[in-house]
């Protein structure tokens, strides 16, 4: 019954699906008419 509980960073698929996942957020941030404005002025880098 001891099973190995993973961190919410191994259960969300470690550094490669987090680094997915804001390079994928990033690009579509701008997009959005609600939000995008925050992001703007922040450089594409």
Do not use: C, I
Request: without cysteine.
């Amino acid at each position: 019954m001891s099973q190995d509980v993973p961190t919410l960073y191994e259960w969300a698929g470690g550094s490669e699906a987090l680094n997915r996942l804001t390079q994928t957020f990033y690009a579509e941030v701008a997009k959005d008419p609600v939000v995008g404005p925050v992001f703007k002025h922040m450089s594409p880098d």
